[in-house]
Nanobody
Framework: QVQLVESGGGLVQPGGSLRLTCAASGFTLDYYAIGWFRQAPGREREGVSCISRSGVSTTYADSVKGRFTISRDNAKNTVYLQMNSLKPADTAVYYC????????????????WGQGTQVTVSS
């Protein structure tokens, strides 16, 4: 089955850390840029970060710069989102998406989309 599967979400206190994983099955992530998005209840979907196919180029939303780090391990067919210094405003369902380039993904041009993982930041 061809799919993206996110994992690693959970409940964490403010200031804490989580590492999200986006794993591909049924296809090879090497050929795709991978983007992370999030959506909180009542709010629009927000692009969080993206990594190019090679991993050389990364982008971040201003709201997460300096706190989140995206990386990929093509040998494991996996992309990670390390989230540090978490804030209540980071609470959302986080999704990963695979597309040709980060530019395409940012404009809704993706080939695969995961089911999401819930991140809740609360004391």
């Amino acid at each position: 089955q061809v799919q993206l599967v996110e994992s690693g979400g959970g409940l964490v206190q403010p200031g804490g850390s989580l590492r999200l994983t986006c794993a591909a099955s049924g296809f090879t992530l090497d050929y795709y840029a991978i983007g992370w998005f999030r959506q909180a209840p009542g709010r629009e979907r927000e692009g969080v970060s993206c990594i190019s196919r090679s991993g050389v180029s990364t982008t971040y939303a201003d709201s997460v710069k300096g706190r989140f780090t995206i990386s990929r391990d093509n040998a494991k067919n996996t992309v990670y989102l390390q989230m540090n210094s978490l804030k209540p405003a980071d609470t959302a369902v986080y999704y990963c998406a695979a597309g040709t380039t980060c530019f395409d993904i940012s404009r809704g041009g993706y080939d695969y989309w995961g089911q999401g993982t819930q991140v809740t930041v609360s004391s």
